[in-house]
């Protein structure tokens, strides 16, 4: 089956400068990779996601790059704020089967002010 | 819209008590998920259920039963708890028909059983 890696586990940056979160996947016939923040108690929550077809998607202060070949994609969030300290989790996912959605450990990003 | 709801929000369940969990979407989605959430671990898929009418097991199945009461609901049983699924709980819903798309998720239970 499908294996997702994230890294880091933890990251902690200061508020404005940029955070980067990675992770692979094994299985080449994945298509689908949303991206999740979650928030302390709450559900998570899509951000952004990206297709296979696509090499990168751009949503104001947030980005998503995707490298079929290596098999690994990343988030990337400019001038951060406190208000995006949560977890976020990657997924891959293949669209078309319910069934076939991973995600990866997550990574608890702060952003000290 | 309320999207996707969950009950209870909290529970404590003492070894081999049994319980339902309760989740409901109003978005008409086809597609509903159950998930368990442990430190470090990311979710991992429990059961899901495609369209109404059917379901599928995921990852982690056992000591778990799913109902796919109608489009809207879809509940989690514990038939006899165990100290190892002390967990959180998360249901969700998604609106491509018979895949995932986007996956709306609920606010989650938070179970403990001693």
């Known amino acids: 089956g499908e294996n997702v890696e994230q890294h880091p586990s933890t990251l902690s940056v200061q508020e404005g400068d940029s955070a980067v979160i990675k992770c692979t996947y094994s299985?080449?016939?994945?298509?689908?990779f949303p991206w999740y923040k979650q928030e302390l108690g709450k559900g998570p929550q899509l951000i952004i996601d990206?297709?296979?077809?696509?090499g990168e998607k751009k949503d104001q202060r947030i980005a998503v790059t995707l490298n079929k070949t290596a098999k690994h994609f990343s988030l990337h969030i400019t001038e951060t704020q406190p208000e995006d300290s949560a977890v976020y989790f990657c997924?891959?996912?293949?669209?078309?089967?319910?069934?076939?959605?991973?995600f990866g450990d997550g990574t608890t990003l702060t952003v000290k002010p | 819209n309320a999207g996707v709801t969950q009950t209870p929000k909290f529970q404590v369940l003492k070894t081999g008590q049994s319980m339902t969990l309760q989740c409901a979407q109003d978005?008409?989605?086809?597609?509903m998920y159950w998930y368990r959430q442990d430190p470090g671990m990311g979710l991992r898929l429990i059961y899901y259920?495609?369209?109404?009418?059917?379901?599928d097991k995921g990852e982690v199945p056992n000591g778990y039963n799913v109902s796919r009461l109608n489009k809207r609901e879809f509940s989690l049983r514990l038939e006899s708890a165990a100290p190892s699924q002390t967990s959180v709980y998360f249901c969700?819903?998604?609106?491509?028909?018979?895949?995932?798309?986007?996956?709306?998720f609920g606010p989650g239970t938070r179970l403990t059983v001693l």
């Open positions: 969700a819903s998604s609106g491509i028909a018979s895949g995932v798309g986007e996956q709306f």
């Open positions: 299985d080449s016939a994945s298509n689908y």
């Open positions: 990206i297709r296979s077809n696509v």
């Open positions: 997924a891959a996912s293949l669209l078309g089967n319910a069934g076939k959605s991973t």
């Open positions: 978005m008409n989605h086809n597609s």
């Open positions: 259920s495609a369209s109404e009418g059917t379901t």
